[in-house]
């Protein structure tokens, strides 16, 4: 980040942190995922959610007679090769498997893995052009990793943050004068002053760009968050945290590391559904622990650990929708 320069929007320092072609976490030779990594995801401790992901995938492949699976944002590439090796043998040898995937070294990471099994995308556009709009999508925990817009409420409405940066390297937040807010469910709920929330605004853009192009299929959304109604009780400070080689950092040490460690924030999926809503029809989210009890051991520790209720089993959500003009 520029020392000295004027204030910028914290999801425009968030882009940069995540996504700079040159100096961003997911553009580097990040770390990687995993137990050496800064984060581990739930796909990477057991193999029970590769085994949910494509019992539902079979069963949407089937019922909506698509023959392509696209995975968004596949990390390593190691659900993928797990969803796709856990199709049954009838479905797998005509399932054509597509990786939307923007970071370069992931990329090479995945190709390394899957070889010719698969076809890259460098964006959803590409992907449903080579699947003529016919697909059934699945992405975990890709929605977190959108930049946030954060704002507070204050006696005068709300207001956005923006960060900017002294000659040291020091963030110094301020609040940006009203304005028109973006749409999301966050701002209908009672809040008390002072509370802090994010939109995940860039996410909606993306999404709404390629949704009107999607026909057919079906579309699983995995990631941690909770409806507009729950999503900040007790937590007045926001979700936004950074994770560096495991350990969560809160408040000013986001700002610590730009580039160097992942940035995150909770998903609010009633905004997720309101925004699809005029092209995508959707149930109402399963905990991930329902999601998966029925492909999980009991004998396994990692298994049980999915299915918490306290943890994982409830932190997580599972969206299912499908395209409007297919209902």
């Known amino acids: 980040m520029s020392p000295g320069g004027p204030p910028i929007r914290f999801d425009e320092f968030m882009q940069r942190a995540l996504h700079d072609p040159l100096h961003g976490y997911y553009a580097q030779a990040i770390r990687g995922i995993g137990r050496r990594g800064d984060f581990t995801t739930a796909a990477m401790l057991s ?46 040898w005509k399932t054509r498997l597509h ?37 059934v999508i699945f992405s975990n925990e890709l929605v977190d990793a959108f930049p946030v817009r954060r704002f507070q409420l204050t006696a005068d409405g709300w207001r956005e943050l923006a960060v900017a940066f002294d000659e040291n390297r020091r963030p110094r937040e301020c609040l940006l004068a009203p304005a028109p807010l973006p749409p999301s469910s966050s701002f209908r709920q009672p809040h008390p002053v002072g509370q802090w929330i994010e939109v995940h605004d860039a996410y909606r853009l993306w ?74 029809t959707a149930a109402n989210p399963l905990l991930l622990g329902d999601f998966l009890r029925p492909f999980t051991d009991p004998a396994t520790p990692a ?24 209902v």
């Open 47 to 92: 193999s029970a959610p590769a085994r949910a992901i494509a019992a539902w995938a079979a069963r949407a492949l089937r019922q909506s007679a698509c023959r392509d699976l696209v995975e968004i944002g596949p990390g390593e590439g190691t659900l993928a090769a797990a969803v796709h090796r856990a199709l049954p043998w009838s479905l797998r």
């Open 207 to 280: 999404l709404t760009s390629w949704l009107p192009a999607w026909q057919a299929g079906r579309l699983l959304t995995i990631d941690y968050g909770s409806s507009a109604a729950d999503l900040y009780h007790r937590r007045p400070c926001g979700t936004v945290r950074a994770y560096l080689f495991q350990q969560r950092l809160e408040g000013s040490a986001i700002y610590e590391n730009p580039g160097r460690q992942d940035l995150t924030a909770d998903v609010n999926f009633t905004d997720l559904r309101d925004w699809s809503a005029p092209w995508a």
């Open 303 to 326: 298994d049980q650990t999915l299915l918490d209720a306290h943890g994982a089993g409830s932190a997580f959500l599972v969206l299912d929708q499908q395209p409007r003009n297919s």
């Open 99 to 135: 990786l939307v995937e923007t970071s370069p070294a992931l990329t090479t990471i995945q190709e390394k893995l899957l070889g010719r099994r698969a076809t890259w995308h460098a964006s959803m556009a590409s992907a449903l052009a080579a699947c003529s709009g016919r697909t």
